[in-house]
């Protein structure tokens, strides 16, 4: 089955502890993205990736890091945690930077993030 | 400022009616419009609008975008409880640009 996996799906952890939610897709995408959505707020993309080893920063990068060392994954890594990040994150992924374009991107089912 | 402002945040209406969800926006020149539905889980897509006037139709979901007046809508027919769920309008800029931009979406209920 096509879908993108996501890990934790809830995690509740404190200010500074260092954590990474994995992304997983079995579909050969060469795009994926991660966004944030907080109430009040909308879906934000954090950082997004157009291949292996090509990153680039969305509209909320501060606080996070990811890497794309292959293509099916994309963890995103929360190097000191604080409150501020407490969110529900979606990791999307695409066929191509050109069907990212057009936005027909697939979502992960979300991770639950609490930061004491 | 918000580019993408969506309207209404929120909808409470019976089965069998229809609703008209609206999307507006401040970008001129942009690549395409979409429409994602939001139940609990993760946004599933809808419609991509990249050409005015020319109404995109799925079943009793039909979307148009009007480029002129910067906008697009969102309309649902004969309304089941299935279609509650939160719907996202979303920009993409343009060349060069990998970036979605969300509206904060509409709340949509649908109560029997």
């Known amino acids: 089955e096509a879908q993108v996996t996501q890990n934790p799906r809830y995690l509740i952890t404190v200010t500074g502890k260092k954590l990474t939610v994995t992304c997983s897709q079995n579909m050969n995408h060469e795009y994926m993205s991660w966004y944030r959505q907080d109430p009040g707020l909308g879906l934000r993309q954090i950082y997004y990736s157009m291949n292996v080893e090509v990153t680039d920063k969305g509209d909320v990068p501060e606080g996070y890091k990811v890497s794309r060392k292959e293509k099916r994954n994309f963890p995103l890594i929360l190097e000191s945690p604080s409150p501020n990040q407490t969110s529900l994150y979606f990791c999307?992924?695409?066929?191509?930077?050109?069907?990212?374009?057009?936005?027909?991107?697939?979502f992960g089912e979300g991770s639950r993030l609490t930061v004491l | 400022e918000d580019k993408v402002v969506q309207s209404p945040l929120s909808l409470v209406v019976h089965e069998g009616d229809t609703v008209t969800l609206n999307c507006s926006y401040e970008v001129t020149n942009f690549r395409s419009l979409l429409w994602y539905k939001q139940e609990k889980k993760a946004p599933t897509f809808l419609f991509m609008l990249?050409?005015?006037?020319i109404e995109k139709k799925s079943g009793r979901l039909s979307s148009i975008l009007d480029k002129k007046e910067l906008f697009s809508i969102l309309n649902i027919t004969a309304t089941q409880t299935g279609d509650s769920a939160v719907y996202l309008c979303?920009?993409?800029?343009?060349?060069?640009?990998?970036?979605?931009?969300f509206g904060k979406g509409t709340k949509l209920s649908v109560i029997p």
């Open positions: 979303a920009l993409h800029s343009g060349a060069g640009s990998y970036q979605l931009t």
């Open positions: 990249t050409s005015s006037g």
């Open positions: 999307a992924s695409s066929l191509s930077r050109f069907t990212a374009n057009t936005g027909e991107l697939f």
